[in-house]
């Protein structure tokens, strides 16, 4: 939700070397994806989720907003390397479902992990005590004061984003180089979740040459279906259709709750009575609520810059770090 810079991390040995931009696949980070159903038999939904590991805490992974379950990817390596725990990533919204029908009525002890509008969904969840069962909170880069400072420039940085790209090696290529996300190897897992494919229709004569050729199958019989595989089918009518790869969520629509997400998050943080992690990608992003909370030593507070946004991206190892020192002062010793 903040303003982005352009550096670009990379290892000596990516340096001089034509780097790989090409897509990998989640199962290379967590054990199994499921589509979960929840709510009313006539009325179900249906969330995504991505899971690791099978016995300790259950660590619930609440990602930012216009991002996906997988950048928590590399994450979920790096904390699961170090600690035993239990992984649940889930493309929001309806979280606080997919535990119940995950783990039933007593779900294992739960420590929320929010970064930027998902700290945020965390912050509220824990602060309502939604789940009962939760004893620790970590927000990732989410602190109202300076979010909601930052609201007027959002607008901005998404018009100046692209609106579409060639491929999909094209778009990590981009969120890389732009400094969406600084790690190359989190870009190549983590932009599959951002974008979708979608086929844009071309216009031409070649292309109502192959209408004509259908018409007879798209006025009689299975009007629209049975048109369109007509139409792709047809030699001719291939190239009619570009295919595009589109950012799966239109950020810009939600404008108008963008001040709800945030307000009021510092003293529901503050108020909160659990172990309280709060990392952040610099400094100035403290406000007054926060600065006073921690100096009265409230909660615990480490400062990664310069890292941007996708901290849980950009220095996954350096996050496990104080994960793991928080998980060995506050809870339990699963340290491996």
């Not at 047809?234 to 295919?243: A, D, I, N």
Request: proline share 4%; glycine share 8%; net charge positive.
């Amino acid at each position: 939700m903040y303003t982005l810079c352009v550096s670009v991390y990379m290892s000596t040995s990516e340096v001089g070397c034509k780097l790989d931009y090409s897509p990998v696949s989640w199962r290379e980070y967590f054990d199994q994806m499921e589509d979960v159903s929840v709510g009313p038999a006539d009325s179900r939904d249906v969330f995504r989720i991505y899971k690791a590991g099978n016995d300790g805490p259950l660590l619930v992974l609440l990602h930012g907003g216009g991002h996906s379950a997988l950048s928590w990817a590399v994450f979920t390596t790096a904390i699961a390397s170090r600690v035993t725990c239990r992984v649940l990533a889930m493309d929001l919204r309806g979280h606080a479902n997919v535990i119940g029908a995950c783990y039933g009525e007593t779900p294992p002890p739960i420590v929320l992990i929010g970064h930027g509008v998902g700290g945020a969904i965390a912050v509220h969840t824990a602060s309502n005590m939604l789940l009962p069962t939760t004893v620790g909170l970590v927000a990732i880069d989410v602190v109202e004061g300076s979010a909601t400072e930052a609201l007027h420039s959002i607008q901005n940085f998404l018009k100046g984003r692209p609106k579409s790209f060639k491929s999909m090696d094209h778009a990590i290529e981009w969120s890389v180089k732009s400094g969406q996300i600084r790690n190359l190897e989190a870009a190549r897992v983590s932009m599959v979740g951002q974008i979708k494919r979608q086929y844009n229709l071309i216009c031409s004569n070649s292309f109502i040459s192959c209408i004509s050729n259908a018409h007879s199958c798209f006025l009689f019989v299975c009007p629209i279906a049975c048109f369109i595989t007509k139409i792709i089918n047809e030699p001719r009518c291939v190239s009619m259709f570009k295919s595009v790869y589109m950012w799966r969520i239109d950020l810009s629509k939600s404008e108008k709750y963008w001040d709800g997400w945030f307000r009021g998050t510092s003293n529901l943080f503050l108020a909160c009575n659990l172990p309280k992690l709060l990392l952040l990608a610099g400094i100035d992003r403290l406000d007054r609520d926060l600065t006073i909370g921690q100096m009265q030593g409230k909660f615990m507070m480490q400062v990664l810059p310069p890292c941007g946004h996708a901290v849980q991206e950009n220095k996954p190892d350096k996050v496990r770090k104080l994960f793991t020192y928080l998980v060995h002062s506050h809870w339990w010793n699963v340290t491996k």
